[in-house]
């Protein structure tokens, strides 16, 4: 039986998969190999690269697309040589001989490599020996370089180098093609290499780019398709509201979709038993789960959230404010897959729309004051009223601390809020999240709880006071009104940050019951 791939390259024969050819534009990539190009494929981590490379490969060797040699070599394991480009190469070598030997069947190869001395011109050892396994071959050579990115300093410029002085040698003497693939497009490499006084720009290193083309996530259509092979060959459906749900929370992020399908169709112990269809509520139970575990796809995106760079694009947006950062800044966390590749600049997805306050909050959420019970009533609903006073509370006596110690300060108030509203929502319902650049506010969706057939929707609406309270308060109420039109609901809380220097708690603290548009609207003061 296949299942659903979270690790690795994809198998066929193992794994449901949407054919990795098809998630490209292969006429426009066989047109650059075949016009003898060198040129980037980037994309987020586990997007699918190495599956693609490596169907790729395939495909050229196969003779279907004319008499080529295509070796795929993962340049990764050379990351640990450092600057160290003598061992970076002779491991590279070593790496490039063993797949020709093993794919082509080319022991001659294997030779070369192991010839070459790499200690005593490590600069001039790549050029050396792609030049001479091209000369032994009079079929063209293509290389697929893979993780190239992850090579450090002296060791990356010298590849890049290499290459670009060996390209006027091609197709006789040098590969006829080449791909670098990696998480970023090399241009916006900036490589601090010890054998240089200047930071090196990947755009001068390797100037010989033709084209750079970014692999795309997973379509609607493809979601449903992949989902679709577990029905067709277990005879478990997905609901239709199933499906959507899988499609809305990946927004078609590949390992995201196989990482939710995996854990509902083979982890899940009642969901094995294939008795029922998959329902909307399994799929967030399932990213609950996913979370909650810290995958390590999701704990080493939240790890980037340290870098002063995806602080600089992250920060503002999660509070709503306008960010000061660079289109470099911008363009390396959407390389990341952080952030959406098309504007307006958002986070990517609403599962890592949770993830990433969740995890700039992990610490104050086990030192929140936790009394779940003092804010459900007795019919099992949530007490939202409640939960909001309590806060208000909370945050007159400790902002001062909690705000301090929320790693991103400048949305500090908003990530309290979502730590204190997290510590009793998550265990039943769920919050969903929307943020947008420069908008001045964060929109939350509280859904309490999700498995019923009649679950209460509560909108909050967070902003930060800097100038006039009233202007503040009329346009929050404006935009909480139409996001409580948005979510379908007549339950709409305001929430205003005063963070104007020098205002006593007796002026910030206030709450207001007011109406916009016929809603009714509680307008709460911190």
């Not at 279907?64 to 190469?89: F, H, I, K, W």
């Not at 490599?113 to 009079?138: E, K, N, Q, S, V």
């Not at 050579?141 to 010298?158: H, N, P, R, W, Y």
């Not at 499609?247 to 990482?259: D, F």
Request: proline share 4%; glycine share 8%.
């Amino acid at each position: 039986m296949r299942d659903f791939n979270t690790a690795g390259p994809v198998r066929a024969d193992r794994h449901y998969n949407i054919p990795p050819l098809e998630r490209l534009n292969l006429a426009e990539v066989l047109a650059l190999i075949r016009g003898e190009r060198y040129f980037v494929l980037h994309a987020p981590r586990q997007t699918g690269k190495t599956s693609t490379l490596l169907a790729l490969r395939d495909l050229l060797n196969s003779g279907s697309e004319g008499d080529y040699r295509c070796v795929y070599v993962n340049v990764e394991p050379a990351q640990t040589a450092r600057e160290d480009v003598g061992l970076a190469m002779r491991n590279i070598l070593n790496s490039l001989g063993d797949e020709a030997r093993v794919i082509l069947r080319d022991d001659d190869a294997a030779g070369i490599a192991r010839a070459l001395d790499t200690t005593g011109d490590p600069h001039g050892a790549l050029i050396a020996f792609l030049a001479r396994w091209a000369a032994a071959d009079p079929r063209p050579l293509v290389l697929l370089i893979d993780e190239i990115d992850a090579l450090v300093g002296d060791s990356l410029v010298s590849v890049l180098r290499q290459l670009r002085a060996g390209y006027v040698r091609r197709p006789e003497h040098f590969p006829a093609s080449v791909v670098l693939c990696g998480v970023r497009d090399v241009r916006d490499y900036r490589i601090r290499a010890s054998s240089e006084k200047e930071v090196i720009a990947g755009g001068s290193a390797f100037n010989i780019k033709a084209r750079s083309l970014r692999m795309g996530d997973f379509t609607s259509a493809d979601v449903r398709a992949l989902l679709g092979q577990h029905t067709d060959e277990t005879g478990q459906a997905f609901t239709p509201a199933a499906l959507e749900a899988v499609w809305e929370q990946t927004r078609g992020q590949p390992w995201l979709v196989n990482a939710l399908a995996r854990e509902m169709c083979f982890e899940h112990e009642q969901l094995r038993l294939r008795d029922r269809p998959l329902a909307e509520a399994d799929v967030f139970e399932a990213r609950e789960a996913l979370i909650l575990r810290r995958e390590t796809h999701l704990d080493q995106l939240a790890d980037k959230l340290r870098e002063p760079r995806v602080r600089r694009v992250i920060e503002p947006l999660l509070g709503g404010d306008d960010g000061e950062y660079s289109d470099r800044d911008r363009e390396y966390v959407r390389d990341l897959g952080l952030v959406a590749a098309e504007a307006p600049l958002r986070i990517a997805n609403p599962i890592y729309a949770e993830v990433v306050p969740r995890e700039l909050t992990w610490v104050l959420q086990d030192g929140l004051p936790h009394r779940r019970a003092s804010y459900i009533n007795a019919d099992g609903g949530l007490n939202l009223d409640a939960l909001l006073s309590a806060f208000q509370q909370f945050f007159r006596e400790n902002s001062e601390h909690w705000v301090a110690r929320a790693q991103y300060t400048e949305a500090g108030p908003q990530l309290v809020l979502q730590a204190f509203l997290h510590r009793v929502v998550n265990a039943t319902g769920r919050i969903e999240r929307e943020y947008a650049l420069g908008s001045r506010r964060v929109d939350l969706l509280v859904i309490w709880p999700p498995e019923t057939g009649r679950p209460g929707r509560f909108v909050v609406e967070c902003k930060l006071l800097r100038a006039n309270r009233e202007r503040t308060v009329e346009r929050g109420l404006a935009q909480t009104a139409a996001y409580m039109d948005l979510c379908d609901t007549d339950v709409g809380h305001l929430v205003i940050f005063d963070v104007r220097e020098g205002r006593s708690w007796g002026e910030r603290i206030f709450r207001e019951d007011r109406t916009h548009d016929g809603r009714r609207i509680t307008v709460w003061g911190m």
